[in-house]
């Protein structure tokens, strides 16, 4: 799931960083930008579709289901935009955390917990994962599921499979989607999701949906759809179950190196006991040595200096959801930051411009005192700040360039 579902949403740092930090909005999934697709003319795609039939059908999609799922469905050229322009974002992993940690995050994900208390006890009973760790992926994928996505998803997924840049992956995610349709779960209208099918308050991809997806509230429906979550929070615990979770493990646990360390012993694949770590002069924040939750790695994203983490199986069971690092610090800090625990204590080195977090977070304050929207003082430079640098530069005759300097954030103290 790891590779083709982050082939599907590019990933959640694209996703969650598209629509968050520096006045960009909030949240994986749909944004505005999703919202009013849709279906246009396309002689090329009906022609698609008509040849596809046969093939849903020699996969076991009946005609009638075939018939009901297309009835609305058509060509969405918004689509196809958007696969082809995909930003590639490179945010450091101190912006990713300022977003996926956010305040804002924190709070709404631990009145998710208190407000789901029982049902989420209840999927811990069954599958043995900490309710704190399925709200966190669930706050990461769609910011509590405020942010499920509202692009057809039959539409959606035809509509790549035609266009042919990963027709194959996309035709086996819309016979997945049908035959989704076909065993009762929802009904087109209802299945929506982001514009590369990812669907739900979990954004599963329609194959790993059919493997994963369960019916926690025993109505005959696999519903991840809905505005209650219970069956998509059970269908995220489900999928971290079988892929190996083990309850009480940690995912990672934030250390100080010792001075001298050698580098070269980090990464995920170099892992000693807990034991062997803490004779070399690995200690958690406290200055104890870590305990003993298995086999385990050092890794340090932001290099000598920034933020160091022991990390244990737990890690790589998240890897399985969405294998990009910083994703997976992500939910394992957030889900920390849910059960009570601290920020980030270790120091995140300064930006390619010299500016640590706290220059551009005074940068944002002082442009919106100036009248010039942020759109957030989070530290994280997003189009929104940068179109305010740009508008201060321009009122004060200087080239507008829309870059975060500390020469900018001089002239403006």
Known sequence: MQVTRRAVTAGLSALLLAG??????????????????????????????????PRAEARGISPATL????????????????DRNQTEFTRSLEDYLAIAASEERVSKGRAA??????????IEARYGV???????????????????????????????????????????QL???????????????????????AMGHTQFIPTSYLAYAVDFTGDGRRD?????????????AAYLSRSGWTRGQPWGVEVRLPAGFDMGQTGRGRTRSPADWAERGVRDMSGRAVPNHGPAAIIAPSGAGGPAFMIFGNFGVIARYNNAESYVIGVGHLSDRLAGGPPIQGT??????????????????????????????DGVIGPKTRAAISAWQQRNGITATGEPTLALLEALR
Not at 225 to 231: A, E, I, M, R
């Open 175 to 197: 016979v997945a989607a049908l035959k989704i349709l076909q065993n009762g779960d929802t009904v087109p209208a209802n299945m929506t999701g982001s514009w590369a099918g």
């Open 67 to 82: 018939d009901t799922a297309f009835r609305s469905a058509g060509f969405l050229p918004d689509v196809i935009d958007r």
């Open 113 to 122: 917990l208190r407000a789901y208390g029982p049902v989420l006890s209840g």
């Open 224 to 236: 991840i759809w809905s505005d209650d979550p219970t069956d998509a929070l059970a269908s995220t």
């Open 130 to 172: 900490e309710p704190n760790v399925v709200v966190a992926v669930w706050g990461l994928e769609s910011f509590y599921g405020e942010r499920r996505g509202d692009v057809p998803v039959i539409s959606a997924l035809s509509t790549l499979a035609y266009d042919g840049r990963r027709g194959e992956f996309f035709e086996q």
């Open 20 to 53: 968050c930090g520096g006045g960009m909005g909030g949240g994986a999934g749909a944004g505005p930008a999703q919202q009013g697709m849709r279906p246009v003319p396309d002689a090329g795609y009906d022609a698609w579709v008509a040849a596809f039939r």
């Open 348 to 377: 995140f080195p300064p930006d390619a411009q010299g500016m640590t977090i706290a220059d551009r977070q005074d940068l944002q304050r002082r442009l919106t005192a100036a009248g010039f929207d942020t759109g957030g003082t």
